[in-house]
T-cell receptor, first 114, second 115 residues
């Protein structure tokens, strides 16, 4: 029973490039959450998705960031035209239902923007 | 909006001793959950313990227990018989029990365990 999987684990991009972060939730989980952790800080909520739906994107920056969770395949967090301030660890978590209160975290993707 | 305060950026404890990490939060919700997560150097987020706000009894999970004071909006974590493997950053995180799924994390407390 594999846990939440994220890839890549490390991603290096130059300013202006695009970053795509992938998250495969635990088997049977249809709810995905993305969080961002800046150096020396706690995790900050970005977006909450159910398959084919964005439920809550109140933590997403208004520009350059987007997320999707298609019917088939992993959830994708996409950052266009990355800037140095996007350098952070991005964590994905999943849960089986909307009302389930525990979230299971993946190992994170560390994005470095040069 | 919910806010979470962990007032101790760093703590240290001697191996086998007990340490308490503090957390206060602000919420207008009456029904919610509270979590403590541990983040070791591997950066993996690991759930340590959870507490339902409607329960008066404090949660316990082996060497980990909480002191939940709902009126004071305080949710501290006690680690007994500290082990070297407990060294990590600890985050307090409340969560509304309504439909929204997001956890609100505090700034974290770095725990050092001395042999």
């Amino acid at each position: 029973n594999a846990g939440v999987m994220q890839n890549p684990r490390h991603l290096v991009r130059r300013r202006g490039q695009e970053a795509r972060l992938r998250c495969s939730p635990m088997k049977g989980h249809s709810h995905v959450y993305w969080y961002r952790q800046l150096p020396e800080e706690g995790l900050k909520f970005m977006v909450y998705l159910q398959k084919e739906n964005i439920i809550d994107e109140s933590g997403m920056p208004k520009e350059r960031f987007s997320a999707e969770f298609p019917k088939e395949g992993p959830s994708i967090l996409r950052i266009q035209q990355v800037v140095r301030g996007d350098s952070a660890a991005y964590f994905c978590a999943s849960s089986p239902t909307r009302g389930y209160n525990e979230q299971f975290f993946g190992p994170g993707t560390r994005l470095t923007v040069l | 909006a919910q806010t979470v305060t962990q007032s101790q950026p760093e703590m240290s404890v001697q191996e086998a001793e007990t340490v308490t990490l503090s957390c206060t939060y602000d919420t207008s919700e009456s029904d919610y959950y509270l979590f403590w997560y541990k983040q070791p150097p591997s950066r993996q987020m690991i759930l340590v313990i959870r507490q339902e706000a409607y329960k008066q009894q404090n949660a316990t999970e082996n060497r980990f227990s909480v002191n939940f004071q709902k009126a004071a909006k305080s949710f501290s974590l006690k680690i007994s018989d500290s082990q070297l493997g407990d060294a990590a950053m600890y985050f307090c995180a409340p969560k509304r029990s309504s439909n929204t799924g997001k956890l609100i994390f505090g700034q974290g407390t770095t725990l050092q365990v001395k042999p």
